[in-house]
């Protein structure tokens, strides 16, 4: 049998569960900071506060990593 598939979709689904694990950190950190959600330009500018932007860089990694892996997987599947 060809599996080929296999290790790219458990990839995209490890790096899913670190999405919603830091995507869940980065929110609770930044609502505990500034008393409300980030804006949607979140992934454009930077914070102040030393804290939250550690977790917005690493979310901002894990979301790079996810679209790479799911692009990825498309065009193997494709081809």
Request: no cysteine; charged share 20%; proline share 5%.
């Amino acid at each position: 049998m060809d599996q080929w598939w296999l290790p790219l979709a458990l990839g995209v689904l490890a790096t899913l569960t670190v999405y919603m694990y830091v995507s869940r950190k980065h929110l609770l950190v930044y609502v505990e900071r500034h008393k409300a959600l980030p804006a949607r330009s979140w992934i454009l500018r930077a914070d102040p506060d030393p804290e939250v932007e550690r977790w917005r860089r690493r979310r901002l990694l894990v979301t790079g990593l996810l679209l790479a892996l799911v692009i990825l997987q498309l065009v193997t599947f494709f081809t």
